[in-house]
């Protein structure tokens, strides 16, 4: 694999999956010695490498990146090499398949290196961040996940300023150097790709766990923060001891190390990073008390150190054979760490709750990714820059890809899949084939191992398939016909697409919602009262008997595969379903639809009108979905937290998916007007929830608590919603009461935004006080930009509001967490206040874009699929959206980062 960057002609190259060829030379063993200074750091590498006899003798080329090379030894010895762009390339290494040994020597300047791979400084202490290609801005390598090598790495540094220095594996010596200075040596046990190398050295304290696994093996678990942070780390730590536990009771796997390390940095590209024993995390993934982080921050830290640690094993022992596998090791973490929080949520409607989450997120965020320009197969064939691929796509489609092999071989097949991947598997580097063949051969005549090679399209096909259902009752047969048909629209580069294999979960209820038992045409007796339906041909009929009255269809339960179905479920049978369908999912589901109708309904109809100052008057939600809201959150079962769910509206990136054409303020009118109207009709059904709900003792982070906050949190954004609307004064000096006597961060917050959304003139004060009671906590002042930036539109007010900010002292565009919480929740979570019809917002996000693009081109890449969609805009968005891409796009020092995505978004214009 070449750079993507050919130095000559400064055209990208284009990276193609059918053109892997395994490494020319295998790496042994590493030794790397590092004379760690922020200017000017030194980089020692000894490797033992030695031909592959598999592949015809051809030069070494070694990966480089922004490295200063002053020396080149082959046995001990001086050496011919030359540059190639940034590739090192030894045409003269020994003949033979005798190991050589390679000595490199170079040196990079860590302080300057602002785009935080590699080797970079992070308020005084050294991180590294490797994957995908950062290790060779670290030093000349095979920088491939396939070349799998032993390191043992000498870290030398200044004492009083870097007293801790971590890397990989054990800690096998230690000691003091002269001038001030002193040494660790690490060695790690296990063979690995480079990208999972890691270093940090700086000024940092640990919280420290000692721990016997089940299998009678003793571990030390620590982690590290910046002195004044370690109370906060208590929940990472029973988080990393839940996640270990859990990963040994549900699929045997234990922990392989005597040392687990996690160590937080406050500039991180990404959320966290699964180095071998030596987890580096964002401070916004470890670090939490109650007064500074919600009950999302803590559920986000559950999950994240689970994903991390999961990968220890999906990852780490079996990594990937090349970048294109990615899913491999992404989307089977994922689908674990799902499974984590699922079975520590341990109550049925709680988990109900996160699978609710989870497929929220892809719907909102990865279904636009699957139909716009960035549009991939969960393996891509192609890509210029990978960090482009770390997508939704490739982390939430490839789960649910993983989801549907469980869902088709069961709960203990999976189990045994995964045994039968290990056995097969441990230290390798394989493909998405190899995981599905497990998966299939642990489990001879399920459905998957019957239909492997069709199911594997899910790997191969980009695209949302589309499951349209239409069923038709015969009073005198007494059965009911369900037929599936799908479709797959086109994707780029990818015009006609084949049938899927599609895990459709399904149930029928009687016109009173009570199940019904299923049996199918052929069968002798009915077998259960849900049941999976595969539909593997473009159209296919199941046709259940023994049915008395036409029944209520209550289709793809759970989830059960990532598709879009449409069906022509009246309006009655919505609100059958979400009073009684036994599956938590498709009850929420319904709610979702019928609502989803309406807006759709009222955004089309052109006798709706909105008033000068953006608003509709007119109501928008029928009687029926007024009671049935009310009957949810008035309901004595139903937990909290489900109908907190099902009385948010669809958000509006998820309205906008479902037109062909989208006029963006229009959505936004339709969504609000809705949203006031739930507020005043049900206001005094919101007025019991927030009186029955807010107050929920002393502070805890479980599933049960965390949903009685987040309905009193809605509650009181919607009370002072209603409030706007009459003037009443008594909710928002109610809520700023609550906002100043919160116990926890997540009430502080709720009151605070209900404020800030509802316009009202408090808010000002709120944020002002909020910002000196915490303007020394990064991670909250985060938040309180990202409400700033994220908050409802009034007028155009909060475009102003952001451009405002970015001038804020503690404003810093070069911190990735900051510039999130600004930038992006403005242009990419704010599409009410983005999509203005005076293009400035547009206007602002170009500009930013180029500005990132020069410090940081991975976050600058991000900010760029925030127009994904513009050949979906009305005009004149779509014209202004066009420009600002073709802006950025005519500058002509452009990283291939944010090259490669413009390029894609302007592509077939
Ligand atoms: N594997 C890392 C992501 C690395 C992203 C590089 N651009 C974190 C994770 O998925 O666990
Ligand atoms: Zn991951």
Redesign the pocket.
């Given at each position: 694999m070449l750079n993507a960057q050919d130095a000559t002609t400064s055209t990208p190259t284009i990276i193609r999956r059918e053109d892997y060829i395994p490494p020319v030379y295998w790496i042994d063993s590493v030794d790397l010695t590092f004379d760690l200074d922020p200017a000017k750091t030194r980089v020692l590498n000894r490797m033992r490498i030695r031909r592959n006899p598999d592949v015809a003798a051809q030069p070494l080329r070694l990966h480089g990146d922004e490295l200063n090379l002053a020396r080149v030894l082959v046995n001990g010895g001086g050496t011919s090499f030359k540059m190639d762009g940034n590739q090192l390339v030894l045409e003269n290494l020994p003949e033979g398949n005798e190991p050589v040994e390679l000595e490199i020597f170079t040196t990079c300047a860590p302080i300057k290196n602002t785009k935080l791979?590699g080797l970079y400084v992070s308020q005084g202490t050294f991180f590294t961040?490797c994957?995908?290609e950062g290790f060779r801005r670290i030093t000349y390598f095979l920088d491939r996940p396939d070349v799998m090598a032993s390191y043992s790495v000498t870290l030398r540094a200044d004492k009083s300023l870097y007293p801790v220095l971590l890397s990989n594996g054990n800690l096998v010596e230690q000691g003091e150097l002269e001038g001030g200075r002193h040494f660790a040596r690490w060695v790690d046990p296990h063979k690995k790709p480079s990208y999972l190398f890691a270093l940090v050295a700086g000024n940092l304290v640990a919280r420290e766990q000692k721990i016997k696994s089940r299998a009678g093996r003793d571990h030390l678990l620590q982690v590290f923060v910046r002195p004044g942070d370690l109370e906060k780390t208590e929940h990472a730590m029973n988080s990393l001891m839940a996640s270990i536990a859990w990963d040994e009771a549900r699929f045997g796997l234990s922990l392989d190390l005597d040392r687990f390390m996690i160590v937080a940095t406050s500039d991180f590209?990404?959320?966290?990073?699964?180095n071998k024993g030596l987890n580096v995390f964002n401070t916004k993934y470890v670090l939490a008390s109650q007064s500074t982080a919600t009950d999302t921050d803590y559920a986000n830290i559950e999950s994240?150190v689970g994903?991390?640690y999961f990968?220890n094993w999906t990852?780490n022992r079996v990594t990937c054979r090349d970048w294109f596998q990615l899913s491999l090791?992404?989307g089977l973490?994922v689908f674990r760490d799902q499974e984590f929080s699922m079975d520590m949520a341990a109550s049925p409607s709680a988990r109900a709750v996160k699978r609710i989450e989870d497929v929220r997120v892809l719907r909102t965020a990865q279904f636009p990714e699957d139909a716009g320009p960035m549009a991939h197969p969960v393996r891509p064939d192609s890509y210029i820059e990978?960090?482009n691929f770390?997508t939704l796509t490739i982390?939430e489609k490839g789960a649910e890809v993983v989801r549907m092999q469980h869902n088709l071989v069961g709960r203990d097949g999976f189990a045994k899949g995964l045994a039968l991947y290990f056995e097969r598997h441990d230290g390798q580097a394989v493909t998405c084939d190899d995981f599905a063949q497990a998966m299939a051969d642990a489990n001879p005549g399920s459905e998957l191992a019957q239909r492997l090679e069709q199911f594997k399209r899910w790997y191969s096909q980009a695209g949302t398939p589309h499951v349209h259902a239409t069923g038709s009752y015969d009073a005198q047969a007494r059965s009911y016909t369900l037929t599936l048909t799908q479709s797959c629209a086109p994707t780029p580069g990818q015009g006609e697409k084949l049938p899927f294999v599609i895990p459709v979960q399904t149930g029928l209820l009687n016109r009173n919602g009570q199940p019904l038992a299923l049996r199918l045409q052929g069968e002798s007796s009915p077998a259960a009262e849900s049941r999976l339906l595969v539909l593997h041909e473009a159209s296919q009929s199941f046709v259940f008997t023994d049915i008395d009255e036409q029944p209520v269809p209550s289709l793809l339960r759970g989830f059960s595969a990532p598709v879009v179905l449409e069906s022509d479920t009246s309006d009655q049978d919505l609100l059958t379903l979400l009073a009684h369908d036994a599956d938590a999912f498709n009850r929420w589901e319904a709610g979702q639809r019928l609502a989803l109708g309406i807006a759709l309904n009222a955004i089309a109809d052109s006798t709706i009108t909105t008033s000068a100052g953006g608003q509709i008057e007119a109501r928008l939600l029928p009687p029926s979905f007024i009671e049935a809201m009310r009957g949810v959150l008035r309901h004595a079962e139903l937990d909290a937290a489900f109908k907190e769910l099902v009385l948010t509206l669809p958000g509006e990136s998820y309205i906008a998916e479902q037109l062909e054409v989208v006029d963006p303020q229009r959505v936004h009118a339709v969504r609000e007007a809705m949203r006031l109207q739930l507020a005043t009709e049900l206001q005094a059904d919101w007025q019991w929830a927030w009186e029955a709900h807010h107050d929920t003792g002393a502070y805890r982070p479980d599933p049960l608590s965390a949903g009685r906050r987040a309905l009193s949190g809605l509650a009181l954004g919607m009370l002072c919603l209603a409030a706007q609307a009459t003037g009443d004064e008594v909710w928002p000096g109610r809520t700023l009461q609550r906002f100043k006597d919160a116990g926890n961060m997540t009430d502080r917050v709720s009151a605070l935004s209900a404020l800030v959304n509802s316009g009202h003139p408090l808010a000002a004060k709120a944020l002002a006080r909020f910002h000196s009671q915490f303007q020394h906590d990064a991670l909250v002042l985060d938040k309180w930009f990202a409400l700033q930036a994220g908050a409802c539109d009034r007028g155009g007010n909060v475009l102003p509001a952001v451009k405002q900010l970015m001038k804020h002292a503690d404003f810093q565009i070069k911190n990735p967490n900051r510039a999130r919480s600004l930038i992006f929740s403005y242009c990419s979570a704010n599409p009410g206040a983005f999509h203005r019809a005076d293009a400035a917002g547009y206007v602002f996000w170009s500009e930013r874009v180029i500005e990132l693009d020069a410090i940081n081109p991975?976050v600058a890449a991000r900010l760029v699929r925030a127009l994904d969609r513009w050949k979906k805009l009305a005009e004149p968005y779509r014209t202004a959206a066009r420009e600002a891409i073709a802006r950025i796009a005519a500058k002509p020092e452009l990283s291939n980062d944010v090259r490669e995505v413009v390029t894609r978004a302007l592509a077939a214009d």
């Open positions: 791979m961040q994957e995908a590209n990404m959320g966290a990073m699964e994240v994903h991390e990968h990852g090791k992404e973490t990978i960090n770390y982390y991975q």
